[in-house]
């Protein structure tokens, strides 16, 4: 565990010195545009409340993510300035723990189960079929934030197979892409 989050923050630290040092800053501190005035003042409170404070950052980081709905890499840097640790830290945090989420989430969540039990009722190819109708890959969200794509293990209900998640509604037997296609429409 130890040895992960060594590993990870240095990997974090040998990303973010790109950001530090490479033209990515600009584009990391233009992340923080989309946020409005009041977003990044409450991300400033937040941070200033736990300045200091010894094992403050992931109930921070949980608190930004929630008024921000996910962590770009500008988000992290001013974070990161706002606790007074390193950056490295941060990263590594924020990458290894599969809550916190990088990239925007879509209002909706579509989850496509990749178990075992899915998979060989042709999960890809329902994957597929939805990757293909929102234009986006896996870990993806489409440009009006509608939607988000995902795979995950077993859902626990193989017996419906192949599976998929939309927000909080279990779909089973997913067979017809059509018919989905026609929801998501909606
Ligand atoms: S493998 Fe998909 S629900 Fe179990």
Known sequence: MVFSCNFLASLGFLYLRRVEVGMDISKAYAELKEFSAEQLKEVDDITSKHRGRPGALIPVLEKVQEVLGYLPAGVLMKV?????IPIANVYGVVTFYSFFTMVPKGRHN??????????????????????DFLGIDRGGCTEDRRFSLETVRCLGVCGLAPVIVIDEDTHGQVTSPRRG??????
């Open 181 to 186: 296609k026609a929801k998501l429409a909606k």
């Open 80 to 84: 990161a300035k706002g606790l007074n």
């Open 110 to 131: 579509i989850r496509v189960c990749f178990g075992t039990a899915c998979y060989v009722k042709r999960a890809q190819r329902v994957f597929d079929k939805l990757s």
